[in-house]
Nanobody, 126 residues
Framework: QVRLVESGGGLVQAGGSLRLSCLAS????????MGWFRQAPGKERKKERE????????????YYSDSVEGRFTMSRDNAKNTVYLEMNSLKPEDTAVYYC???????????????WGQGTQVTVSS
């Protein structure tokens, strides 16, 4: 069973930085693409997760949504079964609960994933 544990969120002023981590288990992590998604406040949790970033299984290729391109950097450590999201130049509109997930392309295409973790809250004050 896939288990995902996100951490590293917090309250930060606009322009600040945070580094999120996600520890994954129950999957062949080193051969699985991983992604970050986020859900902004006020939106119904089951339907409104937004794709943020993805990384291939080697950690060589990364992909970002237009809204975070150039500010966020995703990386992974296959020896630790962990992915990271370095977030710089944070904006109030980045405020959301952030989640990691395997096979992000499949989630974006199908809209379905049943093993979300608890997420980590990021709040950016203006």
């Amino acid at each position: 069973q896939v288990r995902l544990v996100e951490s590293g969120g917090g309250l930060v002023q606009a322009g600040g930085s945070l580094r999120l981590s996600c520890l994954a288990s129950g999957l062949t992590f080193s051969s699985t693409p991983m992604g970050w998604f986020r859900q902004a406040p006020g939106k119904e949790r089951k339907k409104e997760r937004e794709f943020v970033a993805a990384i291939d299984w080697k950690g060589r290729d990364t992909y970002y949504s237009d809204s975070v391109e150039g500010r966020f950097t995703m990386s992974r450590d296959n020896a630790k079964n962990t992915v990271y999201l370095e977030m710089n130049s944070l904006k109030p509109e980045d405020t959301a609960v952030y989640y990691c997930a395997p096979d992000p392309a499949l989630i974006v295409a199908s809209g379905r994933f049943s093993s979300w973790g608890q997420g980590t809250q990021v709040t950016v004050s203006s």
